[in-house]
Nanobody, 124 residues
């Protein structure tokens, strides 16, 4: 089993950037496909980005494509989400998730392991 801890959230103005970090422990990190999801107040959790074992393949939600970049450093057991040109509608709790399959998935139910989340608030 893998344990996940997110960090890097905060309060920023529209147009700013943030980098979220997901630190993993417990099992070999490189054996897990990883994903980022978010949940805004009053809304269901939604897919943001996903990345395969080696970091060579990424997929993104249309709403963040071109602004967000997912990456990973398997030597540091860490995944990142670089968020640029942030908008108020990006305000949410951001979660990282892990699955024991290579191919990045945008389906929430494909991920059995989840972190506790980090709050991102973007003011207008």
């Amino acid at each position: 089993q893998v344990q996940l801890v997110e960090s890097g959230g905060g309060l920023v103005q529209a147009g700013a950037s943030l980098r979220l970090t997901c630190a993993a422990s417990g099992r070999t990190f490189s054996n897990y496909g990883m994903g980022w999801f978010r949940q805004a107040p009053g809304k269901q959790r939604e897919f943001v980005a996903a990345i395969n074992w080696g970091g060579t393949t990424t997929v993104y939600a249309d709403s963040v494509k071109g602004r967000f970049t997912a990456s990973r450093d398997n030597a540091k057991n860490t995944m990142y989400l670089q968020m640029n040109s942030l908008k108020p509608e990006d305000t949410a709790v951001y979660y990282c998730a892990a699955r024991v399959f290579n191919w990045p998935s945008g389906r929430e139910n494909d991920y059995p392991y989840w972190g506790q989340g980090t709050q991102v608030t973007v003011s207008s």
